[in-house]
Nanobody
Framework: QVQLVESGGGLVQPGGSLRLSCVASGFTFRNYEMSWYRQLPGKERELVAAITSSGGNTNYADSVKGRFTVSRDNAKNTAYLQMTSLKPEDTAVYYC???????????WGQGTQVTVSS
């Protein structure tokens, strides 16, 4: 059974940090590009960061560059999103996505809430 399970969300003050984790099971993790998205109620889901299957390349939304870092550990079947200098506008539900690029097969996690507020 394919699963992506996010964790690490919560309530944090502006300027604080959180690390999200996404643990994969039921598929060959190392074949998949991993991405993090976020979504506010009533809004489109937006790409935050992505990392290639090998971990050799990353890309980020302009709004998080220099503050967020995406990484992965293929031995642990886990992707991470380290978030620093958090702002209230980072508040959203964060989702991880696994995509096997060559056959365009995707899997999504259930999401984890991040709330940045004083």
């Amino acid at each position: 059974q394919v699963q992506l399970v996010e964790s690490g969300g919560g309530l944090v003050q502006p300027g604080g940090s959180l690390r999200l984790s996404c643990v994969a099971s039921g598929f060959t993790f190392r074949n998949y590009e991993m991405s993090w998205y976020r979504q506010l109620p009533g809004k489109e889901r937006e790409l935050v960061a992505a990392i290639t299957s090998s971990g050799g390349n990353t890309n980020y939304a302009d709004s998080v560059k220099g503050r967020f870092t995406v990484s992965r550990d293929n031995a642990k079947n886990t992707a991470y999103l380290q978030m620093t200098s958090l702002k209230p506008e980072d508040t959203a539900v964060y989702y991880c996505k696994a995509r096997w690029v060559s056959i365009n097969l995707e899997h999504w996690g259930q999401g984890t809430q991040v709330t940045v507020s004083s």
